[in-house]
């Protein structure tokens, strides 16, 4: 059974830091790591996706990492800015047929 | 384009009640899967519609059940609500064998008293 772990559940920074978010897995027979952000009491927006094919994607200020052998991925956000204060969740994809296993998330508070 | 709605926005049951939560998928979709979320955790998968039938289900008991329309929307039902039920489902739709494609919508908040 997949276990994805997200560390650390909290992290409260300064605006204009830069910082990284981790991502475990324990099964590395994946084929799509995604990333997301969710705001309070609302859905998921899609931020990154990388196939297990790919070690990096990049969109603006956010680079996503993947390292299937070890199991991990990181999310790193550059000169971080107070409306990027979300919760993050990665979501892995595999073990079976389209079968998805979400990470609890980090909790990112940005401060102005 | 709406993108992924849900109704309701917000609901409040007591134990034992059954409750109905609906979905309309993103235009050009034709799969809907449905997540629990409880406060603090991550998205569980529950399961999965596509050409209106159960195509994948998560370790959710049979209380939990489901249907898709032929227009792509879907329903999620739960019968004889458990206070462990409140939780915040989320809806998602995508392609089908892509569900990398998953746009969520805003999520239905159930409170069972």
């Known amino acids: 059974k997949q276990e994805v772990t997200q560390i650390p559940a909290a992290l409260s920074v300064p605006e204009g830091e830069n910082l990284v978010l981790n991502c475990s897995f324990t099964?590395?027979?994946?084929?799509?790591l995604q990333w997301f952000r969710q705001d309070p009491g609302k859905g998921l927006t899609s931020l990154l996706l990388?196939?297990?094919?790919?070690r990096e994607q990049t969109s603006g200020r956010l680079n996503a990492s993947l390292d299937k052998s070890s199991g991990r991925s990181t999310l790193y956000i550059a000169a971080s800015q107070p409306g990027d204060s979300a919760t993050y969740l990665c979501?892995?994809?595999?073990?079976?047929?389209?079968?998805?296993?979400f990470g609890t998330g980090t909790k990112l508070q940005v401060i102005p | 384009d709406a993108g992924v709605t849900q109704s309701p926005t917000h609901l409040i049951k007591t134990r034992g009640q059954q409750v109905t939560l609906r979905c309309s998928p993103k235009?050009?979709?034709?799969?809907v899967s449905w997540y629990q979320q409880a406060l603090g955790q991550g998205p569980q998968f529950i399961f999965q519609?596509?050409?209106?039938?159960?195509?994948q289900r998560g370790n959710f008991p049979d209380r939990f059940s489901g249907h898709q329309f032929p227009n792509y929307s879907s329903e999620l039902n739960v019968n004889a609500l458990l206070l462990g039920d409140s939780a915040l489902y989320l809806c998602a739709s995508s392609l089908w064998d892509r569900m990398e494609t998953q746009y969520f919508g805003p999520g239905t908040r159930l409170l069972v008293l």
């Open positions: 990388i196939q297990s094919s790919q």
């Open positions: 519609y596509y050409e209106e039938e159960e195509r």
């Open positions: 235009s050009g979709h034709d799969t």
């Open positions: 099964d590395s027979a994946i084929y799509n």
């Open positions: 979501a892995v994809f595999g073990g079976g047929y389209q079968k998805v296993t």
